[in-house]
T-cell receptor, first 114, second 116 residues
Framework: AQSVTQLGSHVSVSEGALVLLRCNYS??????LFWYVQYPNQGLQLLLK??????LVKGINGFEAEFKKSETSFHLTKPSAHMSDAAEYFC????????????FGSGTRLSIRP | EPEVTQTPSHQVTQMGQEVILRCVPI?????FYWYRQILGQKVEFLVS????????KSEIFDDQFSVERPDGSNFTLKIRSTKLEDSAMYFC??????????????FGDGTRLSIL
């Protein structure tokens, strides 16, 4: 069975500081991994995806994530936080990118301090 | 960029009533999904749909739920007799056009369902 664990339900960083949101996954087969972002009262927007190509994945808005099989992790980072990054971030796993359900983590709310 | 659209954005319904949530997936996509997010909780998978039939459903998707693709563009979720605990945000998603492998699911903005 697949699962995703996000460490920290709430992360607060200063504007300009490094953002690090942690995600660990469990999967019996090589997974597809995603990070989605949800702004208040909006839907889920894909930030980036890992589909067994490069282990360092670059996404939109300056975010990137690194797939580390040995650590079963897929942490999300951004070198310099911006006020507009405040949102809920969801790590997710799927067996295949189509025709398969996505299992979401419980989410991490990112707050940015001025 | 094409997007998944959902209507209505907010639905208020009396307990016991039937409700239909509507979605228009991206036009060349072949796989369709419904998820729900109870306030303050994680997003949960409900059902996936392909080739006019359910591919997979979760334990949440019991007999009160049904899905349908009534025409070439709409994808609906029906809740037959709503309960208070059905109050949630419901998201529709789609993926899988040509060269489907590696395509992530695209989500709509959701329908907030409030059961009174």
């Amino acid at each position: 069975a697949q699962s995703v664990t996000q460490l920290g339900s709430h992360v607060s960083v200063s504007e300009g500081a490094l953002v690090l949101l942690r995600c660990n996954y469990s999967s019996s087969v090589p997974p597809y991994l995603f990070w989605y972002v949800q702004y208040p009262n909006q839907g889920l927007q894909l930030l980036l995806k890992y589909t067994s190509a490069a282990t360092l994945v670059k996404g939109i808005n300056g975010f990137e994530a690194e797939f580390k099989k040995s650590e079963t992790s897929f942490h999300l980072t951004k070198p310099s936080a911006h006020m507009s990054d405040a949102a809920e971030y969801f790590c997710a796993v799927s067996l295949y990118s189509s025709a398969s359900k996505i299992i979401f983590g419980s989410g991490t709310r990112l707050s940015i301090r001025p | 960029e094409p997007e998944v659209t959902q209507t209505p954005s907010h639905q208020v319904t009396q307990m016991g009533q039937e409700v239909i949530l509507r979605c228009v997936p991206i036009s060349n996509h072949l796989y369709f999904y419904w998820y729900r997010q109870i306030l303050g909780q994680k997003v949960e998978f409900l059902v996936s749909f392909y080739n006019n039939e359910i591919s997979e459903k979760s334990e949440i998707f019991d007999d009160q739920f049904s899905v349908e693709r009534p025409d070439g563009s709409n994808f609906t979720l029906k809740i037959r007799s709503t309960k208070l605990e059905d109050s949630a945000m419901y998201f529709c998603a789609s993926n899988g056009g040509q060269g489907a492998q590696g395509q992530p699911q695209h989500f709509g903005d959701g329908t907030r369902l409030s059961i009174l």
